[in-house]
Nanobody, 125 residues
Framework: QVQLVESGGGLVQAGGSLRLSCAAS????????MGWFRQAPGKEREFVAA????????YYSDSVQGRFTISRDNAQNTVYLQMNSLKPEDTAVYYC??????????????????WGQGTQVTVSS
């Protein structure tokens, strides 16, 4: 089992930027895919981005493609989500997640085994 702790959320104006971090501990060896999801009030949790831990290839949802960048620092066991050109509709609780595997195009929340506690991102208009 992998333990995940997110940080970096906050309040930002539309057009601004934030960087989220996700520190991983526990069984972090082996083939893992790290993902970011978000959940707005009254909505289902949705996939945002994923990165393959070993190789570093990435995948994004259409709604964030070109604005968000997911990356990882293997030495620090940390995954980042750089969010630029933020919009009010990006407001949500953002969750870090992990699953054993190699495909970054698996986007269902149910496929991910480990979850962080979430961090709030609020974008004001």
């Amino acid at each position: 089992q992998v333990q995940l702790v997110e940080s970096g959320g906050g309040l930002v104006q539309a057009g601004g930027s934030l960087r989220l971090s996700c520190a991983a501990s526990g069984r972090t060896f082996g083939p893992y895919v790290m993902g970011w999801f978000r959940q707005a009030p009254g909505k289902e949790r949705e996939f945002v981005a994923a990165v393959r831990w070993t190789v570093g290839n990435t995948y994004y949802s259409d709604s964030v493609q070109g604005r968000f960048t997911i990356s990882r620092d293997n030495a620090q066991n940390t995954v980042y989500l750089q969010m630029n050109s933020l919009k009010p509709e990006d407001t949500a609780v953002y969750y870090c997640a992990a699953r054993r595997g190699s495909s970054v195009t698996v986007t269902g929340a149910g496929e991910f085994e480990s979850w962080g506690q979430g961090t709030q991102v609020t974008v004001s208009s």
